[in-house]
């Protein structure tokens, strides 16, 4: 059985650091693309990152709203994808979610439950 589990989700100060975990099990994942996403209260979910598995190349592109403040990276060997967030406000205060995508798949396979962020100003 497949699961996506996201943690380090919390609260932070504006201008403040957070790094989100998110660990994949019940199958390699080191060909597929893993993701993280975001909800906040009343909105769409919006893209994040995403980072695409080995065979693609291990790309990494951002949702314009983090691009230069947020950094995917990912441990295949893990099973393991990471979401470290600099710079943060207000705004990103949201639920994030990690998903994953196998190649042949147009849509994210797997979500996890999601873990909270919350930005005070």
């Known amino acids: 059985q497949v699961q996506v589990v996201e943690s380090g989700g919390g609260l932070v100060q504006a201008g403040g650091s957070l790094r989100l975990s998110c660990a994949a099990s019940g199958r390699t994942f080191s060909g597929w693309s893993m993701g993280w996403f975001r909800q906040a209260p009343g909105k769409e979910r919006e893209f994040v990152a995403r980072?695409?598995?080995?065979?693609?190349?291990?790309?990494?592109d951002y949702g314009d709203s983090v691009k230069g403040r947020f950094t995917i990276s990912r441990d295949n060997a893990k099973n393991t994808v990471d979401l470290q967030m600099n710079s943060l406000k207000p705004e990103d205060t949201a639920v994030y979610y990690c998903?994953?995508?196998?190649?042949?798949?147009?849509?994210?396979?797997?979500w996890g439950q999601g873990t909270q962020v919350t930005v005070s100003s």
């Open positions: 980072m695409t598995g080995n065979w693609n190349g291990g790309i990494r």
């Open positions: 998903a994953a995508r196998s190649d042949t798949s147009m849509s994210w396979n797997y």
